[in-house]
């Protein structure tokens, strides 16, 4: 009888565990990224009452008789399926579809995290405003080259930074007249800019000086000071040559880059590319396609990518990376020691976080404007609350009856 009570005592003990797990799912239903937890239970000790014989001498084998000492907690697992994405509009929010967790920092350790409900602090920095914690990535360079090799760090977003480029190249693409006679010139114009947002007139001069060769030079226009004079023309880095088949397309081009240096700023030496000229009859149409370069603008908006690329958007039409996100995964994700405010710790069961960027090796991707809700089923929670509630109950009505049972044995001595 003493065995009956002790055992539904463990019975319930550890359902009022699972009906205290229960209630944790059930108060995180709409936490965000919340993963919720089942509990599992497994019978303990058993009391031999009488061993197992093996068949012998023409009589059968006989079993054990055991009685059970009650049940304890096997495992409380974390279930980490994935939650709906809900839509919200912000492009800081950000949820992950499939596995992998945020990398976050409090300026000290590491935690992880797949609730990217983010936003712009005051440093600039991307950060959860509820705990403080910056997800980690990595930061691009001036030019918009990100190496995810590179050591991890907060991912900055400094809305209203003023950007230029300098130009570099100009594309060449058009006709030279063919038929044209020796010594017939033709001129293309186009705008650079300087490495201070500056804007430079360029001229390229093609001279015809033979069949199928063509010369050209460039010249930097200088505007007129004062107005009515004429401006000045300085001859801008090396001149060269274009050379073209019986077909009409270009064979070989010498001379470049066009350098020259405005007052204040940095030498500009500009690669001309004459790739897509051609030399056939027709009218003399050269000119540049594509330049690089941009004037002054500023940082006004950005993007976030399913890779995690944030980039940004300025005022000047210029696209710029700024960083990428970094996401982890783990060789066991059930292994994660749950923190508070929705953050993951490393376990030793967990297995070391396998960090890189997003959509790789296995990791999801990332969805913009997006949150991942709860993945807590309310109505598979309320069912096993109804059956654990009468695991309680039922454990409860065998102490009840052992009890009634010692009472009529304590009534014996009447």
Known sequence: MQRSLFSAVTGLRNHQVKMDVLGNNIANVNTIAFKGSRVRFQDILNQNIRGASAPQFGRGGINPAQVGLGMSIGAIDTIHTQGNLQSTGRATDLAIQGSGFFVMSDGVG????????????????????????????????????????????????????????????????????????????????????????????????????????????????????????????????????????TFGNLTASTGGPIAFTPTGAEQLNIVPDFDRLTQVVGLNNALVRFQDGFPVGELESFTIGRTGIISGVFTNGLLRDLGQLALANFPNAEGLLKGATNMFQVSPNSGLPRIGAAGQEGRGVIETATLEMSNVDLSAEFTMMITTSRAFQANSRVITSSDELLQEVVNLKR
């Not at 509820?130 to 980690?136: D, E, H, R, Y």
């Not at 570099?168 to 947002?197: I, K, M, W």
């Open 110 to 245: 590491r935690t992880f995290t797949r609730d990217g409900a983010f936003s712009v602090g005051a440093d600039g920095d991307l950060a959860n405003a509820a705990n403080g914690f910056k997800p980690l990535g990595w930061a691009a360079d001036a030019s918009g080259a990100i190496s995810t090799t590179a050591p991890l760090g907060p991912l900055n977003i400094p809305i209203g930074q003023t950007v230029t480029s300098a130009t570099t190249s100009l594309n060449f693409a058009g006709n030279l007249d063919a038929a044209a006679a020796s010594g017939a010139t033709h001129l293309a114009e186009v705008l650079v800019y300087n490495s201070q947002g500056g804007l430079h007139t360029v001229e390229v001069t093609f001279t015809k000086t033979g069949a199928n060769a063509w010369d050209w030079t460039a010249h930097w226009v200088q505007p007129a000071i004062p107005p009515a004079t004429e401006p000045t023309r300085t001859a801008a880095g090396l001149a060269g040559t274009l050379t073209f088949d």
